[in-house]
Nanobody, 125 residues
């Protein structure tokens, strides 16, 4: 099993920045990709970004390209999501996820086997 713990959420004004962290522990050797998803109230959980543990492959949702950056620190088994130029529509609970699969599937929830508990990001206008 893989345990995931997110941190870094909070309240920020539009145009501001936040950095989310996701610390992984357990059988991380079985994990090949780490992803971030988000779920706004009353909406489905949507893909945000993903990265291979090697850091060589990244994918982003169109809505966050150019504003969000995903990165990985293998020594710390931690994945980060740097979020800049935040908008009110970025408000959601952000979830970290771990799994395996092809890069073409990184945006699919089914690619991921383990999920964190989520961290709330609120962007005020």
């Amino acid at each position: 099993q893989v345990q995931l713990v997110e941190s870094g959420g909070g309240l920020v004004q539009a145009g501001g920045s936040l950095r989310l962290s996701c610390a992984a522990s357990g059988r991380t050797s079985n994990s090949y990709v780490m992803g971030w998803f988000r779920q706004a109230p009353g909406k489905e959980r949507d893909f945000v970004a993903a990265i291979s543990w090697s850091g060589g492959i990244t994918r982003y949702a169109d809505s966050v390209k150019g504003r969000f950056t995903i990165s990985v620190d293998n020594a710390k088994n931690t994945v980060y999501l740097q979020m800049n130029s935040l908008k009110p529509e970025d408000t959601a609970v952000y979830y970290c996820a771990s799994g395996g699969g092809y890069p073409s599937d990184y945006d699919e929830r089914g690619t991921y086997d383990y999920w964190g508990q989520g961290t709330l990001v609120t962007v005020s206008s």
